[in-house]
Protein backbone atom coordinates (compact mmCIF):
# COMPACT_ATOMS: atom_id res chain seq x y z
CA UNK A 1 0.00 0.00 0.00
CA UNK A 2 1.60 3.26 -0.75
CA UNK A 3 1.23 7.01 0.55
CA UNK A 4 2.06 8.82 -2.47
CA UNK A 5 2.64 8.62 -6.22
CA UNK A 6 1.37 4.89 -7.18
CA UNK A 7 3.61 2.31 -7.86
CA UNK A 8 3.60 -0.67 -10.57
CA UNK A 9 0.18 -2.26 -11.06
CA UNK A 10 -0.42 -5.89 -10.62
CA UNK A 11 -2.36 -6.91 -14.38
CA UNK A 12 -6.19 -7.42 -13.90
CA UNK A 13 -5.95 -6.53 -10.04
CA UNK A 14 -8.17 -4.08 -9.22
CA UNK A 15 -6.44 -0.79 -8.54
CA UNK A 16 -8.29 1.49 -6.00
CA UNK A 17 -7.30 5.00 -5.05
CA UNK A 18 -8.23 5.83 -1.66
CA UNK A 19 -8.12 9.88 -0.33
CA UNK A 20 -8.42 10.55 2.94
CA UNK A 21 -6.76 12.61 5.50
CA UNK A 22 -7.36 10.08 8.73
CA UNK A 23 -4.21 8.27 8.42
CA UNK A 24 -5.67 5.62 10.56
CA UNK A 25 -8.54 5.40 8.80
CA UNK A 26 -7.21 5.17 5.89
CA UNK A 27 -4.50 2.48 6.83
CA UNK A 28 -7.62 0.85 7.65
CA UNK A 29 -9.43 0.55 4.56
CA UNK A 30 -6.53 0.15 2.75
CA UNK A 31 -5.31 -3.62 4.61
CA UNK A 32 -9.08 -4.27 4.48
CA UNK A 33 -8.90 -3.49 0.45
CA UNK A 34 -5.75 -5.30 0.48
CA UNK A 35 -7.38 -8.34 2.34
CA UNK A 36 -9.60 -9.20 -0.29
CA UNK A 37 -6.59 -8.49 -3.49
CA UNK A 38 -7.36 -4.89 -4.44
CA UNK A 39 -3.94 -3.15 -5.03
CA UNK A 40 -4.39 -0.07 -2.93
CA UNK A 41 -2.93 3.37 -3.04
CA UNK A 42 -3.22 6.28 -0.89
CA UNK A 43 -3.49 9.73 -0.81
CA UNK A 44 -3.95 12.62 2.33
CA UNK A 45 -5.59 15.32 0.46
CA UNK A 46 -6.56 17.09 -2.95
CA UNK A 47 -3.04 17.61 -4.61
CA UNK A 48 -1.98 14.38 -3.74
CA UNK A 49 -4.94 13.12 -5.22
CA UNK A 50 -4.82 14.69 -8.53
CA UNK A 51 -1.35 13.90 -9.38
CA UNK A 52 -1.71 10.00 -8.60
CA UNK A 53 -5.24 10.70 -11.00
CA UNK A 54 -3.11 12.15 -13.39
CA UNK A 55 -0.53 9.29 -13.19
CA UNK A 56 -2.59 6.00 -13.19
CA UNK A 57 -5.78 4.62 -14.07
CA UNK A 58 -7.65 3.33 -11.26
CA UNK A 59 -10.82 1.20 -11.14
CA UNK A 60 -12.35 2.57 -8.12
CA UNK A 61 -12.06 5.96 -6.10
CA UNK A 62 -12.98 6.33 -2.11
CA UNK A 63 -13.31 9.46 -1.51
CA UNK A 64 -13.64 11.47 1.87
CA UNK A 65 -15.35 14.91 1.73
CA UNK A 66 -13.61 16.09 4.38
CA UNK A 67 -10.31 16.86 3.13
CA UNK A 68 -7.50 19.73 4.04
CA UNK A 69 -6.61 21.94 0.74
CA UNK A 70 -9.13 21.13 -1.36
CA UNK A 71 -12.95 19.61 0.00
CA UNK A 72 -13.58 16.25 -1.91
CA UNK A 73 -17.06 18.03 -3.22
CA UNK A 74 -14.19 20.35 -5.38
CA UNK A 75 -12.11 17.56 -5.68
CA UNK A 76 -14.56 15.08 -7.51
CA UNK A 77 -16.12 18.18 -9.80
CA UNK A 78 -12.52 18.70 -10.83
CA UNK A 79 -11.31 15.10 -11.96
CA UNK A 80 -14.74 13.51 -12.86
CA UNK A 81 -15.00 14.86 -16.60
CA UNK A 82 -11.59 12.97 -17.31
CA UNK A 83 -12.92 10.08 -15.61
CA UNK A 84 -16.46 9.77 -16.41
CA UNK A 85 -16.99 6.10 -15.96
CA UNK A 86 -14.41 5.74 -13.00
CA UNK A 87 -16.69 4.70 -10.22
CA UNK A 88 -16.30 6.96 -7.00
CA UNK A 89 -17.58 6.20 -3.66
CA UNK A 90 -17.93 9.30 -1.00
CA UNK A 91 -17.15 8.61 2.72
CA UNK A 92 -18.63 11.05 4.74
CA UNK A 93 -19.04 12.33 8.71
CA UNK A 94 -21.56 14.51 7.45
CA UNK A 95 -25.34 13.06 8.58
CA UNK A 96 -27.37 15.54 6.13
CA UNK A 97 -29.06 14.56 2.71
CA UNK A 98 -27.82 18.01 1.43
CA UNK A 99 -24.22 16.65 1.70
CA UNK A 100 -25.37 13.32 -0.20
CA UNK A 101 -27.54 14.70 -2.93
CA UNK A 102 -24.23 17.57 -3.80
CA UNK A 103 -22.04 14.39 -3.55
CA UNK A 104 -24.07 12.64 -6.18
CA UNK A 105 -24.74 15.41 -8.51
CA UNK A 106 -20.92 16.69 -7.95
CA UNK A 107 -20.58 12.42 -10.21
CA UNK A 108 -20.19 10.25 -6.91
CA UNK A 109 -21.87 6.97 -7.82
CA UNK A 110 -22.48 6.12 -3.75
CA UNK A 111 -22.51 7.48 -0.55
CA UNK A 112 -21.71 5.53 2.88
CA UNK A 113 -21.68 7.74 6.37
CA UNK A 114 -19.42 7.14 8.70
CA UNK A 115 -19.26 5.00 10.72
CA UNK A 116 -19.53 1.99 8.28
CA UNK A 117 -20.62 -1.51 8.26
CA UNK A 118 -16.73 -2.98 6.94
CA UNK A 119 -19.72 -5.92 5.23
CA UNK A 120 -21.63 -3.46 3.72
CA UNK A 121 -18.45 -1.53 2.92
CA UNK A 122 -17.12 -3.87 0.80
CA UNK A 123 -20.60 -4.94 -0.85
CA UNK A 124 -20.76 -1.56 -2.31
CA UNK A 125 -17.14 -1.65 -3.61
CA UNK A 126 -17.88 -4.98 -5.58
CA UNK A 127 -20.96 -3.26 -7.16
CA UNK A 128 -18.83 -0.54 -8.52
CA UNK A 129 -16.42 -2.56 -9.23
CA UNK A 130 -18.42 -5.13 -11.61
CA UNK A 131 -20.00 -2.36 -13.31
CA UNK A 132 -16.72 -0.53 -14.15
CA UNK A 133 -16.00 -4.09 -15.75
CA UNK A 134 -18.53 -3.65 -18.29
CA UNK A 135 -17.94 -4.33 -21.62
CA UNK A 136 -19.08 -1.14 -23.80
CA UNK A 137 -17.85 1.30 -26.88
CA UNK A 138 -16.25 4.43 -26.28
CA UNK A 139 -19.02 6.02 -28.54
CA UNK A 140 -22.56 4.72 -29.12
CA UNK A 141 -24.95 6.34 -31.61
CA UNK A 142 -29.15 6.26 -31.82
CA UNK A 143 -30.23 8.04 -34.75
CA UNK A 144 -28.95 11.68 -34.76
CA UNK A 145 -27.72 11.44 -31.57
CA UNK A 146 -24.18 10.35 -30.24
CA UNK A 147 -22.61 10.00 -27.40
CA UNK A 148 -18.84 9.83 -26.78
CA UNK A 149 -18.24 8.38 -23.35
CA UNK A 150 -14.48 8.73 -23.05
CA UNK A 151 -14.58 12.32 -24.83
CA UNK A 152 -17.67 13.12 -22.42
CA UNK A 153 -19.20 14.51 -25.23
CA UNK A 154 -23.02 14.76 -26.80
CA UNK A 155 -24.09 15.42 -29.87
CA UNK A 156 -27.22 15.74 -31.79
CA UNK A 157 -27.92 16.48 -35.77
CA UNK A 158 -24.02 17.74 -35.26
CA UNK A 159 -25.19 20.29 -32.02
CA UNK A 160 -23.17 19.53 -29.18
CA UNK A 161 -25.39 19.42 -25.98
CA UNK A 162 -23.59 20.09 -22.70
CA UNK A 163 -24.98 17.93 -19.72
CA UNK A 164 -24.22 17.58 -16.24
CA UNK A 165 -22.64 14.51 -14.81
CA UNK A 166 -26.21 12.84 -13.75
CA UNK A 167 -27.18 14.31 -17.02
CA UNK A 168 -24.78 12.57 -18.95
CA UNK A 169 -24.92 9.17 -16.93
CA UNK A 170 -29.14 9.07 -17.06
CA UNK A 171 -28.77 9.55 -21.03
CA UNK A 172 -25.52 7.16 -21.29
CA UNK A 173 -27.52 4.30 -19.80
CA UNK A 174 -30.96 4.98 -21.68
CA UNK A 175 -28.59 4.97 -25.18
CA UNK A 176 -26.87 1.75 -23.58
CA UNK A 177 -30.51 0.45 -23.48
CA UNK A 178 -31.67 1.69 -26.56
CA UNK A 179 -35.26 0.48 -27.82
CA UNK A 180 -36.01 -1.18 -24.75
CA UNK A 181 -37.54 0.34 -22.49
CA UNK A 182 -36.20 0.80 -18.70
CA UNK A 183 -38.48 1.22 -15.71
CA UNK A 184 -37.59 4.15 -12.66
CA UNK A 185 -36.65 1.47 -10.57
CA UNK A 186 -33.99 0.50 -12.90
CA UNK A 187 -32.91 3.91 -13.64
CA UNK A 188 -32.29 5.12 -10.33
CA UNK A 189 -30.32 1.73 -9.08
CA UNK A 190 -27.99 1.71 -11.74
CA UNK A 191 -27.98 5.62 -12.33
CA UNK A 192 -27.99 6.75 -8.75
CA UNK A 193 -26.59 3.71 -7.26
CA UNK A 194 -29.70 3.94 -4.83
CA UNK A 195 -32.70 1.45 -4.05
CA UNK A 196 -35.59 3.11 -5.88
CA UNK A 197 -37.83 5.29 -3.68
CA UNK A 198 -41.87 5.33 -5.05
CA UNK A 199 -42.27 8.58 -2.94
CA UNK A 200 -39.45 10.65 -4.90
CA UNK A 201 -39.58 11.88 -8.35
CA UNK A 202 -35.95 12.43 -8.57
CA UNK A 203 -36.01 10.19 -11.66
CA UNK A 204 -38.56 11.99 -13.44
CA UNK A 205 -37.20 15.33 -12.75
CA UNK A 206 -33.40 14.10 -14.36
CA UNK A 207 -35.59 12.61 -17.38
CA UNK A 208 -36.97 15.52 -18.03
CA UNK A 209 -33.80 17.42 -17.64
CA UNK A 210 -32.33 15.51 -20.04
CA UNK A 211 -35.41 15.48 -22.40
CA UNK A 212 -35.07 19.51 -22.63
CA UNK A 213 -31.60 19.39 -24.09
CA UNK A 214 -31.85 16.34 -26.27
CA UNK A 215 -35.48 16.78 -27.56
CA UNK A 216 -36.50 20.32 -27.46
CA UNK A 217 -35.04 21.16 -30.44
CA UNK A 218 -35.81 18.50 -32.88
CA UNK A 219 -39.41 17.70 -34.08
CA UNK A 220 -38.30 13.81 -33.57
CA UNK A 221 -38.66 12.76 -30.19
CA UNK A 222 -35.77 10.38 -28.90
CA UNK A 223 -36.89 10.19 -24.99
CA UNK A 224 -40.29 8.87 -24.59
CA UNK A 225 -42.47 7.66 -22.11
CA UNK A 226 -43.83 4.68 -21.47
CA UNK A 227 -47.07 4.49 -19.24
CA UNK A 228 -46.83 2.15 -16.04
CA UNK A 229 -43.09 1.06 -17.35
CA UNK A 230 -41.06 3.99 -17.24
CA UNK A 231 -39.07 5.30 -20.55
CA UNK A 232 -37.34 4.03 -23.34
CA UNK A 233 -34.96 6.08 -26.09
CA UNK A 234 -35.92 4.95 -29.49
CA UNK A 235 -35.02 6.32 -32.81
CA UNK A 236 -38.10 4.26 -34.34
Known amino acids: MSTAMPTGLIEQTPQILVVEDDLPLASFIGERLESEQYSVDLANDGPVATEALNN ?53 DDCMNKPFSLLEFSARVRALLRRNYEPIEAISTVGDLTIDRRGY ?84
Do not use: C
Open 56 to 108: SKYDLVILDLNLPTVDGITLLRQFRPAHPRMPVLVLTGRSSIEDRVLSLDAGA
Open 153 to 236: RVERGGKEINLTFREFSLLEYLIRNARRPVSRSELMENVWNQPFDPSTNLVDVYVKYVRDKVDADFDFKLIRTMRGVGYVLSDE
